[in-house]
């Protein structure tokens, strides 16, 4: 009997956790997928439509935009955070009260919402009593405070701006984290072998951070795929629902339209697409990590 | 030596231009959020105030429902987030570590596997079911998905504290004639305590920063939390923006995240790199 109790203990400490899990992400996750194939709307749950939803996304025209708009966005903002968040890390991965500082600055704007910074970007951004317009004006750049969301390219990479500003310290932090573990013993033995500086970062600092960077591009990745925040708050999709993302065109038919259904289907697609990315993550992680 | 002091300057004035090109869109936010409320919305906009005034913030105050009840919305969900992030994960992690537990690996994945499922995807499934049992648009429900969010890194927080505590203050409480709850509560969640601060810290974070559910979960104005009061501000009234209360609501909604991360820098960092790549 206290044997037994005792083997088993360990369960009633884990229950509470696992039924959470059961309840709020397999059962939900049940319910998508069986929604996924239903009519539900705001007339009610609807009825059995089969693969009907996804067939209806195949033909979606503003859902395969939104898919290469999110594609693009990621493609163009992910070299960005991490070849910045790496030369970044090199900067102030060396010892002294400056780097550190820097760090620590840099990685500020991490801790701040992604709404509270969009929300602080409209501000800045505005072309009107927005701040970076007038910046640009009065250092010669422009002869008039740009109009960043009436384009789309445009209203794109004014984002980016401001998503890398606001992330970039993230890959930095876990890039320098790299750069120190490499050991300053194998640095220092390179550099008596006469290597320069970038020689060393390019044989010896990289190649050991390969895992490193792998994962870090991988998480960026997902979590680029997932936009929405910055969008919604800073472009409202538009101009023209060009700056629809995938999660924003989800939210759209689901909360706004109340096509429950058909967001459900839309949710399977990118649901899909990250868990893939994810299993790769997984796979890389655990075969990289001390046993 | 010259050579070598002019190759040390270029990192160092490098870095000072980077310090300065983060900082500069905080400060200006701050500046633009003291400005009287006219030349806040003045074109073209002034660098600095030119008096300083407080409008803006009273206006914030009182906004719609009024800031206080934003705020405690907010710290509300940010609350029972951290409660129950504290209530699932320390228990758990502590079995995942140090008891006897059947399927012990299976059962770690399967509460970590929620981190390979991005909570976007089952916001319209978890609205339905809050919505059947009177959870939507209530404080609960927001921190159950804000929980959602929060729990894997939580567990596996917990899980790699009470790994490390030695075996020694373990075989002496047992010793003691102490239960393997006792144990938790005397011996393990205290020698963890860096790690519970670390755990309750992002609990917070997330929470307080998070965006998209909250924006569909909390649909009656008097259940927004500030991050959702700001897009309110933002999209103004008959298309009149407030720009002065805009800054000065952005200035609340970070001011706490600035402060904690400032405050307790430490466990943050050694928090995120235990989480992030792992």
């Not at chain 2, 004035?13 to 409320?37: E, N, R, W």
């Not at chain 2, 559910?213 to 298309?239: K, S, W, Y």
């Not at chain 2, 209360?245 to 307790?264: D, H, K, R, T």
Request: charged share 10%; proline share 5%.
């Amino acid at each position: 009997m206290r044997h037994s109790h005792r083997r088993h203990a360990g369960l009633l400490y884990v229950l509470p956790a696992l039924l959470f899990v059961a309840a709020f992400v397999a059962w939900p996750l049940l319910q998508l997928l069986r929604l996924s194939m239903t009519s539900a709307s705001m007339l009610g749950p609807g009825s059995f439509v089969g693969w009907n939803n996804y067939l209806k996304a195949f033909r979606d025209e503003t859902f395969w935009q939104s898919l290469a708009f999110t594609l693009q966005y990621t493609a163009c903002i992910t070299p960005i955070l991490m070849v910045g968040g790496f030369l970044l890390a090199l900067l102030v991965a060396e010892p002294g009260r400056i780097a550190r500082a820097t760090r620590g600055i840099v990685f500020l704007p991490v801790v701040i919402g992604l709404g509270s910074s969009s929300i602080l970007w409209v501000g800045l951004l505005d072309e009107q009593v927005g701040l970076v317009g007038r910046l640009l004006v009065d250092l010669g750049l422009v002869a008039h405070p740009p109009v960043w969301f009436v384009d789309a390219e445009l209203g794109m990479w004014a984002v980016i701006g401001t998503v890398v500003w606001k992330v970039i310290g993230f890959g930095m932090l876990l890039f320098v984290a790299g750069i120190q573990s490499v050991g300053i013993d194998v640095r220092e033995a390179a550099m008596l072998d006469g290597a320069g500086y970038w020689q060393r970062v390019r044989h010896i600092t990289l190649p050991l951070m390969t895992r490193t960077l792998l994962l870090t591009t991988l998480v960026s990745v997902i979590g680029s795929l997932l936009a929405f925040d910055q969008f919604y708050i800073m472009t409202a999709g538009g101009p023209r629902s060009e700056t629809f993302t995938s999660v924003y065109w989800i939210y759209q038919n689901s909360f706004i339209y109340f096509k429950q259904g058909y967001g459900a289907a839309l949710s399977m697609i990118l649901l899909a697409i990250v868990l893939v990315l994810s299993s790769v993550h997984l796979l890389i992680a655990r075969r990289g990590a001390p046993a | 030596m010259r050579r070598s002091s002019t190759i040390a300057t270029v990192p160092a004035v490098l870095a000072l231009v980077v310090s300065a090109l983060t900082l500069l869109p905080l400060a200006m936010t701050f500046l633009s959020s003291i400005k009287t409320g006219a030349q806040a919305s003045a074109v073209p906009p002034s660098y600095l105030p030119s008096a300083l005034s407080i409008e803006n913030y009273l206006k914030v105050l009182h906004y719609q429902a009024g800031l206080g009840t934003y705020l405690f919305n907010s710290l509300a969900v940010a609350f029972l987030t951290i409660v129950l992030c504290l209530v699932l994960a320390v228990p758990a992690g502590y079995a995942l570590a140090r008891l006897r537990l059947p399927a012990r690996e299976t059962i770690f994945v399967l509460l970590l596997a929620g981190m390979m499922v991005p909570y976007q995807a089952l916001l319209t499934p978890l609205y339905l079911m809050f919505s059947a049992i009177g959870l939507a648009n209530s404080h609960l429900g927001l921190a159950i998905v804000h929980t959602v969010l929060q729990l894997p890194f939580s567990v596996y927080l917990m899980r790699s504290a009470f790994a490390a505590v030695p075996i020694e203050l373990e075989e002496a409480a047992v010793i003691d004639g102490c239960n393997s709850f006792q144990s938790l509560w005397r011996i393990f969640v205290p020698v963890a305590r860096p790690a519970i601060v670390t755990l309750v810290l992002f609990a917070f974070i997330t929470s307080w920063n998070e965006f998209i559910a909250a924006l569909i979960f909390m649909g009656n104005e008097n259940r927004f939390t500030v991050p959702i009061m700001l897009v309110g501000v933002r999209q103004g009234h008959f298309g009149a923006v407030d720009w002065g209360a805009l800054q000065a609501g952005v200035v609340i909604s970070i001011v706490p995240c600035l402060l904690i991360y400032g405050l307790l820098q430490k466990h943050y960092v050694s928090g995120m790199l235990s989480g992030a790549v792992k």
